[in-house]
């Protein structure tokens, strides 16, 4: 190589290597920002979580990270400066597993019993008594959050209690997991349910509950039991499409309310999809990403830099609070398994797909190019989703499937090891530890209730690895799961599996930059780096600074996609200086 050419390298290294300082994509004869942020901390999430002082943006895309002396470069006569006056800037949260407009539903057109609001049976029961006796005449009554497992004092319900309870109603409680609902006569005969309707198949399976006589028990279990009995109620509360549009918006601000700039719809359908789009072209809109149980209905990533379908979604388990775990080992036999969640002793829940099904699935988006989402829950479910995509890679080698295990609860070191090496991606429901931290120990074993949501495991062994919320199953409250994964501690204050803490720079890149790499758009979202979209929040607090247990106290100021606002708190003051 001559000199001249060795120079050119060195200077364009030297380039490269000044990072964040030199505000690097944009040069001096590059038209001025819309807008700079400054007089702040800027916490860029890059590969070394660079602190810096100010970011300008323009035509929704960040042009320049640095010194505040490097980034006012940009400032031009219509360049619009926020003062962040000492707060912090710093990347959206990236929500990699959710249920968007399952979340809407509960905010908006259900009576809420979750756990989280309230800790006790017979609080929960004068709440729905309260409510059938308050609702209209023929009015359908939705309740959502049932949860004996924690929820000490309830039991699940039977048609004819319900019956008695709300005659004159259509009633539906439905458990905090979704995964199971219950319902009394006139809801299921709204429906068109009677004792000989037979079970659905399919991705989203399940059953109707009977009793020994063969009539129904109100008890429905897994998806499409509780979608057929929600389904006539969905259809007079969105009748006005106007009204729909407008639940969804109230949804969004809400996410971008807790800080949440992309949000990932993990069982979208066509419905949803059509509604979002609709909303989008009226309302500011949070970046949304798809997975779809009937994954044939669009192309692999479908969409555009807004909304896009990525992938396959699909179960091959339920949920720890209603016994329906696969798992290598069955639930403990006790009081809690026994009697509150009704289990058989020595149970073991058989996977929702057969091995034959899902290798049909893994093979088709592996041939497709289409990415894939592995609702697993119990280790043997776990294995079955490594073996089944291992199998599946040999077949058909796509290097960059990032294909992903939801939740994942149980998985053991060697099963972590394994998705390391098959390139798997894991994301934790963190909120698991800390509203039912206290009793897994009972449910599943002190052994594996303490090792639950190994998100210290995962980083030591180099697993990419993401928290989400799972909304409505919980809080959609970013601040409140980074608290989670960094202390452990339980709603009832048990530090739960210590040896599974993460520092806050790992919790911060589990919400930001992982999850963006699971959902395909590291490139776009997840750090503020030249070149990626202004997804951004402006929060109180410094959160690498602040002791672990104010972390939930954190407040989301301000929420930014592609660089416009999409949400102000009422208290913020963000002067144009």
């Known amino acids: 190589m001559d000199k001249r050419r060795l120079l050119i390298l060195r200077a364009a290294l030297l380039i490269l290597s000044a990072g964040w300082a030199g505000g690097v994509l944009a040069g001096a004869d590059d038209p001025a920002a819309d807008v700079i942020f400054h007089r702040g901390t800027v916490l860029t999430v890059d590969s070394f ?3 810096a002082e100010a970011v300008a943006v323009k035509d929704g895309r960040i042009v320049a990270v640095g ?3 490097d980034v006012l470069k940009y400032r031009g006569e219509a360049t619009r400066m926020i003062d962040l006056d000492g707060r912090t800037l710093m990347p959206g949260f990236v929500e990699g597993h959710s249920h968007p407009f399952m979340n809407m539903l509960v905010e908006n057109m259900a009576v809420d019993i979750r756990p989280v609001r309230y ?3 017979p609080q929960v029961m004068d709440v729905i008594t309260s409510a059938v006796a308050k609702a209209a005449p023929g009015e359908e009554i939705v309740f959502f959050g049932w949860d004996p497992v924690i929820q000490r004092g309830l039991k699940n319900p039977t048609r004819r209690e319900l019956d008695a309870l709300a005659p004159h109603h259509s ?22 349910i009677t004792r000989d309707t037979p079970d659905p198949t399919g991705p989203m399976g399940g059953s109707f509950g009977h009793s020994e006589d063969g009539e129904l028990n109100g008890r429905l279990d897994q998806g499409d039991p509780i979608l057929a009995v929600m389904t006539p109620i969905l259809k007079n509360r969105l009748s006005d499409p106007q009204k729909a549009v407008e639940l969804v ?12 700039t992309t949000i990932d719809d993990s069982m979208i359908d066509e419905r949803y999809l059509r509604l979002y789009r609709e909303t989008a072209g009226l309302f500011p809109s949070p970046r949304i990403r798809g997975y779809a149980v009937h994954y044939k209905t669009w192309k692999p990533f479908e969409g555009d830099d807004l909304i896009k379908v990525n992938g396959a979604k699909v179960f091959v388990d339920g949920t720890p609070w209603t016994g329906t775990l696969f798992l290598t080992k069955p639930y403990p036999a006790n009081p809690l398994t026994l009697e509150v969640m009704e289990l058989p002793p020595d149970y073991i829940q058989k996977p929702y797909v057969s091995p034959a099904e899902l290798k049909t699935l893994v093979d088709d988006c592996l041939k497709e190019k289409r990415t894939l989402e592995i609702h697993a829950q119990g280790d043997a479910a776990i294995d079955m989703a490594l073996e089944t995509v291992e199998e599946g890679l040999e077949r058909y080698p796509w290097p960059d499937h990032r294909f992903r295990i939801a939740h994942a609860p149980m998985i053991r070191d060697d099963q972590l ?4 090496r098959l390139g798997v991606q894991i994301t934790f429901l963190m909120s698991h530890v800390k509203y039912w931290g206290d009793i897994l120990p ?10 639950w949501m190994p998100a210290g495991s995962a980083g030591r062994i180099g697993v990419n690895y993401a928290f989400h919320f799972d909304g409505p199953v919980a809080p959609n409250k970013p601040f409140s799961v980074l608290e989670t994964a960094v202390a452990r501690k339980t709603a009832g204050g048990r530090i739960l599996g210590p040896e599974e803490r993460v520092t806050i ?5 589990a919400y930001t930059i992982n999850p963006a790499y699971q959902l395909f758009m590291e490139k776009e979202v997840g750090s503020l780096e030249a070149g990626k979209f202004a997804d951004m929040i402006i929060v109180s607090e410094n959160p690498r600074t602040i002791p672990p247990h104010q972390l939930s106290d954190i407040k989301v100021l301000a929420a930014y996609v592609n660089g416009a606002e999409i949400f102000r708190a009422p208290e913020a003051i963000l002067p144009n200086r």
């Open 49 to 51: 979580m660079t602190e």
């Open 67 to 69: 010194s505040a002396a």
């Open 119 to 121: 800790a006790r049976g």
């Open 171 to 192: 009633l539906l409680i439905i458990g905090n997991s979704g995964h199971v609902a219950f319902a009394n006569s006139r809801a299921l005969e709204a429906a068109g």
């Open 249 to 260: 918006r109230n949804g969004w601000r809400q996410c971008a309310g807790n800080g949440i």
């Open 417 to 420: 090891e394994r998705a390391k």
């Open 442 to 451: 009972t449910m599943v074993g002190e052994e594996r209730g303490r090792r």
């Open 505 to 509: 720079d790992e919790a911060l890149r």
